[in-house]
């Protein structure tokens, strides 16, 4: 009788620099980290994406330092009941907006990468006016 032979784990840096590589992104890697910079729509943000194995985590850093954590605290709920996937919060003094692509086989890995990507910044240029609004004096 033939053995079931599982497919190898996904390597996660390696379909990542694939999929940013191919779309043609700037990007800087370093140990399992990358880094990129969107500009859409007048918004311009930096992502770092962090390999884990079989997932990737993105995190987008809104460029603006929040002043007003009542109002933040206030939209980081409102933003959190609203997503699907992710969660808005911060980490000194910015806002920081987090995905994750899980890479369970080779055959969907490019796909879920670029879906939670997309999904990512899409993300923050939807909420890129009430994020400045917290930072505003």
Known sequence: MERF???P???AAQELRRLLSRSG???REEDGRF????????CK???ECVCRETAVLFYSSFPFVIKKEGLFNQ???SVDSQV???SLFRV????VFRTAADLPDAFSAYEQLARMLEYNAGVVVRFWDEVAACAAE
């Open 84 to 86: 699907v996937f992710g």
């Open 45 to 47: 943000w930096q992502t």
């Open 35 to 42: 880094w990129l910079v969107f500009s859409e729509r007048g």
């Open 92 to 95: 000194e003094g910015r806002a």
């Open 75 to 77: 939209l980081c709920q």
């Open 5 to 7: 032979q599982l497919d």
């Open 25 to 27: 992104f700037n990007f």
């Open 9 to 11: 784990p996904v390597d």
